[in-house]
């Protein structure tokens, strides 16, 4: 009996000497993907499973969040959704591969299309470790309406808080590839710094 219990003592400590020095390595604790709810404001309306947009496999780990701009004025979330979904039935030579975790609309409505255990075809090589989030715009200049600036800021700051992760550690798709996605933020870094700001502000507000 004592010694049953000494070796629970012993099983328990073990496991907390490697969760700490796991902690400790990866400085933060690492969450799976499959463990994390999407909040009660995002519309799951998950694409069918397909090699084009929805391939299914699985993201073990998420270590940043990755913004983008859709790069077609005034479409909807819903309609980049489904042109994503449309994805499927593609036939020829020539195909595209594209998705994204969430869509956020015009109005400040959040469309999820693949769920947070799965990975997005959004970001390039950073695919299989990261969130991805593209932002509806009005015009050619990608910038957002507030409405979605707020959901974004909202959104982002919930997943910082699930997933132990700092402002820094979202990034824009152009710090990825260079590519001009989200336009505005790269055309403004000052704006992308306040953005940042206003995540961390938000994250400490989830935290009260
Ligand atoms: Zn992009």
Known sequence: MILGGLAAVVVIAVITTAVLVTKKLTGRKQVNPADVKVPEYVKVDLLT??????PQTPLEKVNGIVVHYVAN?????????NYFEGLKDQTGSKTTSASSHFVIGLEGEVVQCIPLDEVAYASNNRNSDTISIECCHPDE???FYDSTYQTLVNLC???CVEFDLKPDDIIRHYDVTGKICPKYFVDHPEEWETFHKDVKNAIRILKK
């Not at 004025?73 to 959704?81: G, M, Q, V």
């Open 49 to 54: 499973p397909n090699k084009y947009s929805r």
């Open 157 to 159: 700051a919930y997943l």
């Open 141 to 143: 200049t990608g910038k």
């Open 73 to 81: 004025p005034c479409s909807t979330a819903l309609e980049n959704r």
